[in-house]
T-cell receptor, first 112, second 114 residues
């Protein structure tokens, strides 16, 4: 199937620092989604992007749908310990964007 | 409360003993899917269903079966489990089409096959 390249694989940061992670694809798609997975839980949607160039914020999180429609980034500002988890990008495909393909995830560790 | 419910949360079984992991959603979603999560590999789709009686293979369907007899339920069946199916499994559901593609996930089922 189609591959998503998500980077970095892991990050170790100090509380208060900003974080950036991104995903790229060799094909263009209509939807980019960013999920967070807390330990022992299922992924939870953070931000959904539907238009090239779209920039969307959710609290301290900001994500953008790349203008080429082949990439997306997620920024977290002023990180806090509860930001710890695995962050996944996902892109939609299929006639109505129903089929999601996920990146391999970015493991974020925040040191207090 | 909108939710996707999987059962069991944890399961240890022996090679070859058939098992079923149940998934139920209360949001009247058309689309449901199963994923497995393995270290370093992220979430990989096993099977998906676009509506009742409509199912199709995802990226890693070998060794699994599914059924969709009712809209709310989408069980995952392992007819003859093997150790390489030891994994963390997630069920997800979403509405069909347009902007309603955001998938809601269950809490996961951790399966160990010995």
């Amino acid at each position: 199937g189609q591959q998503l390249n998500q980077s970095p694989q892991s990050m170790f940061i100090q509380e208060g620092e900003d974080v950036s992670m991104n995903c790229t694809s060799s094909s263009i798609f209509n939807t980019w989604l960013w999920y967070k997975q807390d330990p022992g839980e299922g992924p939870v949607l953070l931000i959904a992007l539907y238009k090239a160039g779209e920039l969307t914020s959710n609290g301290r999180l900001t994500a953008q749908f790349g203008i080429t429609r082949k990439d997306s980034f997620l920024n977290i500002s002023a990180s806090i310990p509860s930001d710890v988890g695995i962050y996944f990008c996902a892109r939609g495909s299929g006639g109505s964007n129903y089929k999601l393909t996920f990146g391999k995830g970015t493991l974020l560790t925040v040191n207090p | 409360e909108a939710q996707v419910t999987q059962n069991p949360r944890y399961l240890i079984t022996v090679t070859g003993k058939k098992l079923t992991v149940t998934c139920s959603q209360n949001m009247n979603h058309e689309y449901m899917s199963w994923y497995r999560q393995d270290p370093g590999l992220g979430l990989r789709q096993i099977y998906y269903s676009m509506n009742v009686e409509v199912t199709d293979k995802g990226d890693v369907p070998e060794g699994y079966k599914v059924s969709r007899k009712e809209k709310r339920n989408f069980p995952l069946i392992l007819e003859s489990p093997s150790p390489n199916q030891t994994s963390l499994y997630f069920c997800a559901s979403s509405s069909w089409g347009g902007k309603n593609t955001e998938a809601f996930f269950g809490q996961g089922t951790r399966l160990t096959v010995v």
